[in-house]
C-alpha cells in the first residue's frame, strides 16, 4: 500500500468535535496487518501503537517515520492501554494474562489466576483516573483456531469483567452473567 491523500475527518456525532478538532484530516498508515486491534497514542512520546494479534506483535508509528515493530512475541495482545505512571499495559489474549510493559523493557505479568485459576482470554483494558486496572474476560480466544494457547481448558465457569486495584493486590469480579464481554 502507498502513502495515500490525507482524508477528511466526517463529523458524524457532535461528540466528535470535542476530541477531534475542526479541519482534521486523517492519515492513512500504510502497513499489512493480519488483525488490527487496541491502538493507542504515546501523548508524551508522540506515537502510536497498536496490536497485530494474528502475528503476535505490537506495531509502532510516529509522524514522519515508518512503521515498525515494537514487540514481538507479545502473548497475542489484543487490547493497549497506559497506566499512571506511563507503562504500557496489554491484554494477553492467547497467553491467558495481563501484562505490564517497564521501562527496562521487562514484561510484568500483573494477573493470569482468579482464585487459583487461570483467567479466560483478556479483550479490553481501561485504566481508571484511580489507576485499577479494568479488564473484560470472555473465552473467545480457546475457541478461534489462530490463536493457540497451550492449555484450551476453561477453568472459570463464567466471563466477565476484573478489577485490578492500583497497588495490584486485589482482583475483583466485578461485572458478570453475560456472554462474550467486550467492547
Not at 113 to 129: A, C, E, L
Amino acid at each position: 500500500m502507498t502513502q495515500s491523500e490525507p482524508l477528511p475527518v466526517d463529523d458524524v456525532t457532535p461528540e466528535l468535535k470535542r476530541i477531534i478538532p475542526r479541519g482534521t484530516t486523517m492519515e492513512r498508515i500504510p502497513v499489512a496487518n493480519s488483525f488490527a486491534e487496541g491502538p493507542v497514542w504515546n501523548a508524551r512520546d508522540r506515537y502510536l501503537l497498536w496490536t497485530d494479534a494474528f502475528e503476535d506483535r505490537i506495531m509502532r508509528w510516529a509522524p514522519g517515520e515508518q512503521v515498525t515493530t515494537f514487540m514481538q512475541p507479545t502473548g497475542q495482545a489484543l487490547a493497549l492501554t497506559y497506566d499512571r505512571n506511563g507503562r504500557l499495559v496489554a491484554t494477553g489474549w492467547s497467553s491467558r494474562t495481563m501484562w505490564r510493559l517497564e521501562p527496562d523493557g521487562s514484561k510484568t505479568v500483573l494477573a493470569s489466576h482468579y482464585q487459583g485459576k487461570k483467567i479466560n482470554t483478556p479483550n479490553d483494558v481501561v485504566v481508571r483516573s484511580d489507576g485499577s486496572i479494568y479488564w473484560t474476560d470472555p473465552t473467545s480466544a480457546l475457541s478461534i483456531a489462530i490463536f493457540s494457547p497451550d492449555d484450551l481448558q476453561q477453568y472459570l465457569d463464567f466471563e466477565s469483567v476484573f478489577r485490578l486495584s492500583p497497588d495490584g493486590t486485589d482482583l475483583k469480579r466485578v461485572a458478570d452473567g453475560f456472554g462474550r464481554p467486550t467492547v
